[in-house]
């Protein structure tokens, strides 16, 4: 009687191959195993009726593995069909010792038997013994592998370098985040703009795209507010590195881009806590032409007055119009006279001047004293918060306080050091020059009038928003009602209410419950 082989006796197989990434670097490519798989298959007399490879996976979980799950419905529709699958070796299906066994058990339960061609596996319960220990012992070297990640990001992370990759405005460079010379200036720039406290989101991400900023993230994005928001709260340019995953805030190696006051004032104003809400004057459009169009208002209609030209017999000459019903209008020039007039009427003084700066001065002073003592107490107050922040990183390290606790915790802590580090920029005059400052309201305040007339379009509004906030009404009699803000009232009357004293002029001020309130 004939003898027949195995392939006559149908004995049926299907290779799975598989190499990840870092693996193609070593003698483990798929060619390699597809070799020693198909000389295994025909050792052990089994025919080979298909092959599945996959390419760059990883075998820490099945999911992101479509060949896999390919070979698993495979065999589910041709089940009992095929009757081994071959590997080169039990890893090559999983590092998971648990998703090992539930996969070869829904192949067994398709008939299916797994072979490792480098590896003793079979069916007898040894062999299973074995097969489930090979299992077991790539999932130790996985989990070795992870825990040395770990362990090594954790130093990097602890020695003040970032593993990833930087945030905008940085490169990484022989392991470092370093400056960006293409786009550090644009986005501390942004940074800058931010801590003004007047540009929204959505404003200050068109400024960085204009400027040719862009996010890339496998294809290069413009900057939209949800990516301007996220820029700017991060730490990093700080100089402080943070991590979801580690409790610590740690001093990074790299440059900042700025200071950890900018920061936390940044924060404060998308926190909403800060909002700059003075507004002088109304924004109009700009006519160099007409600079008192829709600040003086019509005294019939109470609507602002516009500009425009009319034409002579020879010329073109500027008029102001009413923009209500009633079509009056006015000469450009006579206007402007009349605001000069009342510019200079409404000018205080040169003594009075002088003994308002001299209180001012005093007032500076003494206001300069307290602020210096509140941003002391903040600084103060900080250290003592970042201390506290310390002990409750060592605490949840330690495992006396929970992650759930500790974010808890942390969050407070946060909130109160942006607090402080508000109180400390509030309280920070020294940027401002007195010096200066007193020198150009001398210069000012010597003659409104001549202050109007050298002043640009921007300027213009400034003034007149400052002095006559409530605006002017033309009565077309020659005259402008108007409301002088009370700063300006005191400026001017402030010599009237002097008594005399042992200074220089023999003035000092009776009652300045009001200059000290304004200052």
């Given at each position: 009687?004939?003898?027949?082989n195995?392939?006559?006796?149908?004995?049926?197989?299907?290779?799975?191959?598989?190499?990840?990434?870092?693996?193609q670097?070593?003698?483990?490519?798929?060619?390699?195993?597809?070799?020693?798989?198909?000389?295994e298959?025909?050792?052990?007399?089994?025919?080979?009726?298909?092959?599945?490879?996959?390419?760059?996976?990883?075998?820490?979980?099945?999911?992101?593995?479509?060949?896999?799950?390919?070979?698993?419905?495979?065999?589910?529709?041709?089940?009992?069909?095929?009757?081994?699958?071959?590997?080169?070796?039990?890893?090559?299906?999983?590092?998971?010792?648990?998703?090992?066994?539930?996969?070869?058990k829904?192949?067994?339960?398709?008939?299916?038997?797994?072979?490792?061609?480098?590896?003793?596996?079979?069916?007898?319960?040894?062999?299973?013994?074995?097969?489930?220990i090979?299992?077991?012992?790539?999932?130790?070297?996985?989990?070795?592998?992870?825990?040395?990640?770990r362990?090594?990001?954790?130093?990097?992370?602890?020695?003040?370098?970032?593993?990833?990759?930087?945030?905008?405005?940085?490169?990484?460079?022989?392991?470092?985040?370093?400056?960006?010379?293409?786009?550090?200036?644009?986005?501390?720039?942004?940074?800058?703009?931010?801590?003004?406290?007047?540009?929204?989101?959505?404003?200050?991400?068109?400024?960085?795209?204009?400027?040719?900023?862009?996010?890339?993230?496998?294809?290069?994005?413009?900057?939209?507010?949800?990516?301007?928001?996220?820029?700017?709260?991060?730490?990093?340019?700080?100089?402080?590195?943070?991590?979801?995953?580690?409790?610590?805030?740690?001093?990074?190696?790299?440059?900042?881009?700025?200071?950890?006051?900018?920061?936390?004032?940044?924060?404060?104003?998308?926190?909403?806590?800060?909002?700059?809400?003075?507004?002088?004057?109304?924004?109009?459009?700009?006519?160099?032409?007409?600079?008192?169009?829709?600040?003086?208002?019509?005294?019939?209609?109470?609507v602002?007055?516009?500009?425009?030209?009319s034409?002579?017999?020879?010329?073109?000459?500027?008029?102001?119009?009413?923009?209500?019903?009633?079509?009056?209008?006015?000469?450009?020039?006579?206007?402007?006279?009349?605001?000069?007039?009342?510019?200079?009427?409404?000018?205080?003084?040169?003594?009075?001047?002088?003994?308002?700066?001299?209180?001012?001065?005093?007032?500076?002073?003494?206001?300069?004293?307290?602020?210096?003592?509140?941003?002391?107490?903040?600084?103060?107050?900080?250290?003592?918060?970042?201390k506290?922040?310390?002990?409750?990183?060592?605490?949840?390290?330690?495992?006396?306080?929970?992650?759930?606790?500790?974010?808890?915790?942390?969050?407070?802590?946060?909130?109160k050091?942006?607090?402080?580090?508000?109180?400390?920029?509030?309280?920070?005059?020294?940027?401002?020059?007195?010096?200066?400052?007193?020198?150009?309201?001398?210069?000012?305040?010597?003659?409104?009038?001549e202050?109007?007339?050298?002043?640009?379009?921007?300027?213009?509004?400034?003034?007149?928003?400052?002095?006559?906030?409530?605006?002017?009404?033309?009565?077309?009699?020659?005259?402008?009602?108007?409301?002088?803000?009370?700063?300006?009232?005191?400026?001017s009357?402030?010599?009237?209410?002097?008594?005399?004293?042992?200074?220089r002029?023999?003035?000092?001020?009776?009652?300045?419950?009001?200059?000290?309130?304004?200052?």
């Amino acid at each position: 009687m004939k003898q027949l082989n195995n392939n006559e006796l149908g004995k049926k197989a299907v290779i799975y191959l598989r190499v990840s990434t870092e693996e193609q670097v070593d003698n483990f490519s798929l060619g390699t195993q597809e070799g020693i798989c198909l000389k295994e298959a025909e050792r052990r007399g089994y025919e080979v009726i298909k092959m599945f490879k996959e390419e760059g996976r990883s075998a820490k979980t099945i999911l992101g593995r479509p060949v896999l799950i390919d070979l698993l419905e495979y065999a589910r529709k041709h089940k009992n069909q095929f009757q081994a699958l071959l590997v080169y070796r039990l890893d090559r299906i999983s590092r998971q010792t648990a998703d090992y066994l539930a996969i070869r058990k829904k192949l067994s339960e398709c008939g299916v038997t797994i072979i490792s061609a480098t590896e003793p596996t079979g069916e007898s319960p040894t062999e299973k013994l074995v097969e489930t220990i090979l299992a077991g012992f790539a999932q130790l070297d996985n989990d070795i592998r992870s825990e040395r990640t770990r362990n090594g990001l954790r130093a990097r992370f602890k020695s003040g370098l970032i593993s990833g990759k930087p945030p905008l405005g940085y490169i990484y460079e022989n392991g470092f985040a370093v400056k960006d010379n293409k786009t550090w200036d644009k986005v501390k720039s942004a940074w800058d703009i931010m801590a003004l406290g007047k540009t929204s989101l959505s404003q200050i991400a068109k400024i960085m795209t204009d400027s040719g900023l862009q996010i890339y993230s496998k294809k290069y994005f413009k900057i939209r507010a949800q990516t301007a928001n996220r820029i700017f709260r991060q730490k990093f340019y700080a100089g402080i590195l943070t991590s979801k995953t580690y409790p610590d805030e740690i001093r990074g190696q790299h440059v900042p881009m700025i200071t950890l006051d900018q920061f936390y004032k940044v924060q404060a104003i998308l926190d909403g806590r800060r909002v700059n809400t003075l507004v002088l004057v109304r924004k109009t459009r700009e006519n160099k032409d007409f600079p008192l169009r829709r600040i003086v208002k019509c005294g019939i209609c109470d609507v602002g007055l516009t500009g425009g030209w009319s034409k002579g017999r020879n010329s073109r000459y500027p008029y102001y119009r009413c923009a209500g019903t009633c079509t009056k209008s006015i000469k450009v020039d006579v206007l402007e006279n009349a605001l000069i007039d009342l510019l200079k009427q409404i000018t205080p003084k040169k003594g009075t001047i002088n003994l308002f700066i001299t209180r001012m001065y005093k007032v500076y002073y003494e206001r300069y004293s307290r602020l210096k003592m509140m941003k002391d107490k903040a600084d103060i107050e900080i250290v003592n918060l970042q201390k506290t922040r310390q002990q409750l990183v060592e605490k949840n390290l330690s495992g006396i306080y929970s992650d759930e606790i500790f974010k808890e915790q942390n969050a407070i802590i946060e909130d109160k050091i942006i607090k402080a580090q508000i109180v400390k920029e509030d309280s920070i005059i020294d940027q401002y020059d007195i010096d200066k400052i007193t020198d150009f309201m001398r210069t000012m305040l010597a003659d409104l009038g001549e202050t109007y007339k050298r002043s640009d379009l921007n300027q213009t509004k400034v003034l007149l928003g400052s002095i006559f906030p409530s605006g002017l009404t033309w009565n077309y009699n020659g005259t402008l009602n108007h409301m002088i803000n009370p700063i300006y009232q005191n400026i001017s009357s402030f010599g009237d209410n002097a008594i005399p004293s042992s200074s220089r002029s023999g003035n000092r001020t009776r009652d300045l419950s009001v200059m000290n309130a304004t200052l």
